[in-house]
């Protein structure tokens, strides 16, 4: 990771509530000391400019930290931190804005002639309904977006909100520390092998869709990466990943199927968490064989 230089500060003040502020807001940050001074230094160039609006604020007295010894005040979260973390997450805003679609495809009639397209399988019109096609004729079609697009299906309020959240949650995480080009790369690839692992998941293959499968591969990438390379910016708490881990077996036990329509896509998640993992370790033997060259 490169860090680039926001400000300097003479080493007489105290950063801490700067250092709070930032922290509260899951802004990546790091303060150190250099040539006589403190510098705030953030990941990339393109954190620069918005944290340096955020430090103008800060010293402005319009961003206040929350004090160490009193609870969380609701008002210490200020809309300026959520448009810091909007901007430096472009990828991630995207793809919860292409679910949104998905979903509106999916709910409203006047659009559903755009989930035909967006089907892992082309369909076919017969009497009575559709036929669903199959792999070799997605790939023997050069439909080849359809490897991709069923995460973007989503089929009810519960699902998009629930997938939207953690989009936004883990997403924004590993787009801070991937880096756009490679976070993207992480989507397309895990997005194809949740997809994939759903289609070959015993059972008749049927309309299936959600970043629910990409979302475990952030569990999975962040679960590895953290064992192996604890890294401040995908820090999250335990809790919550083994809330999802919990929450995969109780739906591979049919558990939830029994609450949902057209039950849960166990194969993708399983595959996302899989190829989640992979893609961790996969670049954490890659950046360890660069720095031995």
Not at 44 to 56: G, H, L, T
Not at 86 to 96: C, E, G, M, Q, Y
Not at 154 to 178: D, K, P, Q, V, Y
Request: charged fraction near 15%.
């Amino acid at each position: 990771m490169s860090w680039s230089s926001v400000r300097k500060f003479p080493l007489t003040q105290d950063l801490t509530p700067l250092n709070r502020a930032l922290r509260e807001r899951d802004i990546p940050h790091k303060i150190v000391e250099l040539a006589g001074q403190q510098v705030l230094q953030v990941p990339s160039r393109e954190w620069a400019e918005p944290v340096s609006d955020f430090v103008d604020a800060w010293l402005a007295g319009d961003v206040v930290a929350t004090p160490q010894s009193s609870a969380p005040r609701p008002q210490a979260v200020k809309p300026s931190s959520l448009w810091i973390e909007a901007r430096l997450s472009p990828v991630t805003l995207v793809l919860i804005a292409l679910s949104l679609l998905g979903f509106a495809a999916a709910e409203w009639e006047v659009f559903n002639h755009a989930v035909v397209a967006l089907t892992f399988t082309p369909l076919t019109p017969v009497p009575g309904g559709f036929a669903w096609g199959s792999l070799a004729d997605t790939l023997g079609n050069g439909e080849y977006w359809r490897l991709i697009t069923p995460a973007f299906l989503h089929f009810s309020i519960f699902h998009i909100a629930f997938n939207g959240l953690w989009t936004w949650e883990l997403g924004r995480r590993l787009e801070w520390t991937m880096g756009k080009g490679r976070y993207l790369l992480f989507f397309v690839v895990t997005a194809i092998a949740s997809n994939l692992a759903q289609y070959y998941w015993p059972g008749p293959v049927t309309l299936f869709g959600g970043m629910s499968g990409v979302i475990y591969a952030m569990v999975g990438y962040i679960g590895i990466y953290q064992w192996l390379k604890p890294e401040p910016l995908l820090a999250i708490p335990k809790g919550i990943l083994l809330f999802m881990l919990a929450w995969l077996g109780i739906c591979m036990l049919g558990v939830v199927d029994f609450f949902m329509a057209g039950g849960v896509a166990n194969g993708a998640h399983l595959g996302g968490l899989v190829s989640g993992a992979i893609f961790a370790l996969a670049r954490l033997g890659l950046g360890a064989s660069e720095r031995k060259s």
